[in-house]
């Protein structure tokens, strides 16, 4: 007999409700006049405050096999961290 899938939520190990899995997501963002050659030769580049972010390339991060999640308190856990708590 096929086990029966559970619905609930994610916690940390300390209790910590999870948000969410952790994303990449590229963007581009404006760059204003004024652009800076260091001696160094970098760039020292005013930003304008707006960024056009490409979400058809969102991803989830992966380190070690593992999806990353973020909790409540801004920590990161791997999937094989967290505790799983039914729902029923």
Do not use: P
Not at 3 to 8: D, P, W
Not at 53 to 79: C, L, P
């Amino acid at each position: 007999m096929a086990k029966k899938e559970k619905r609930g939520v994610l916690y940390t190990q300390t209790g910590v409700l999870i948000e969410g899995t952790l994303e990449n997501i590229h963007g581009c963002v404006a760059v204003l006049d004024g652009v800076i050659r260091k001696n160094d030769g970098t760039f020292e580049i005013e930003y304008g405050g707006t960024t056009r972010v490409n979400w058809d390339d969102q991803r989830t991060v992966v380190k070690y096999g593992q999806r990353q999640f973020v909790a409540e308190d801004g920590q990161i856990w791997s999937e094989n961290e967290l505790v799983f708590e039914d729902a029923d």
